[in-house]
């Protein structure tokens, strides 16, 4: 199980990083530019003439978003608790109100700024939002509680729905390595049952693996195993075909 886990580790440090800097890189490049427009470059709506509401909470869902990628995974590090408790407390608290404002804001603009896919789509990213801030409020009520095995299982939890949008990603790219291109959707309509299927296991899946590792079941190291191949896969794919391009 340790070997199972310490892969799955380093895959997900790997390509978030990775996934942060991009983030940093092109929308934060742009915006250091004064190139608002350049979100536009992969994002739908990302920057629309005259929407300073829209505008601006598209500018905090994307600072969130780097902020959480390159310091979510360091809450992870059993080690780093040990030797810089305080870093990790205030790091935690940064990462657990980021969590929450990207929650918030990707609902806001998934609703009212327009966002390719269809309803099904979007409900099932407006339910991994919905469960970001459950999983938020629940490790924050343990930690205040002493309680900090809860805390950690519910940590857990949030670090994997907050990585939703994520896991969407490298399971899109992994999908398409594995078929050779587009299977079960529509590319130009970026709709179809793959999608839909997507929507919803881009965070259920990785929290029942981790229920099932909590719970010491057997089998659980395989498939922990096969999600860390899966990451790793779709993460490297991700990294070449669409992050390392536009960094």
């Known amino acids: 199980m340790t070997y199972a886990v310490r892969l799955w580790f ?49 500018g905090a869902h994307l600072l969130m978003s780097a902020i959480i990628m390159l310091g979510g995974a360091l809450q992870l590090i059993p080690q780093l608790r040990t030797v810089a408790p305080v870093f990790h407390r205030w790091n935690g608290r940064l990462y657990v109100a980021c969590a929450v404002a990207a929650g918030l804001s990707g609902l806001y603009m998934l609703w009212f700024r ?41 940590a857990l939890r949030l670090f994997l729905c907050v990585s939703g949008v994520w896991y969407f990603r490298i399971g899109l790219m992994f999908w398409l390595a594995v078929n050779g291109g587009p299977a079960g959707f529509d590319i130009k309509t970026f709709t179809g049952p793959f999608l839909s299927f997507l929507s919803y296991a881009q965070y259920l899946l990785p929290l029942a ?25 779709g993460g490297v794919v991700a990294t070449m075909g669409m992050w390392l391009p536009r960094m």
Not at 213 to 224: D, E, P, S, T
Request: proline share 0%.
């Open 10 to 58: 380093l895959a997900t440090i790997a390509g978030q990083l990775m996934f942060g800097m991009y983030v940093a890189a092109l929308y934060g490049g742009a915006a250091i530019h004064g190139d608002l427009k350049g979100w536009n470059a992969v994002m739908t709506h990302g920057y629309v003439d005259g929407q300073r509401l829209g505008n601006a909470a598209t």
């Open 114 to 154: 327009g966002a390719v896919g269809d309803t099904v789509q979007h409900l099932g990213t407006s339910l991994n939002s919905v469960l970001i801030l459950v999983c938020a409020f629940l490790a924050v009520r343990h930690a205040l509680a002493r309680d900090f095995a809860a805390h950690r299982r519910w």
């Open 209 to 233: 693996v981790l229920e099932l590792y909590l719970r010491r079941v057997r089998g659980a190291a395989v498939l922990v195993a096969l999600s860390a191949v899966v990451t790793g896969v």
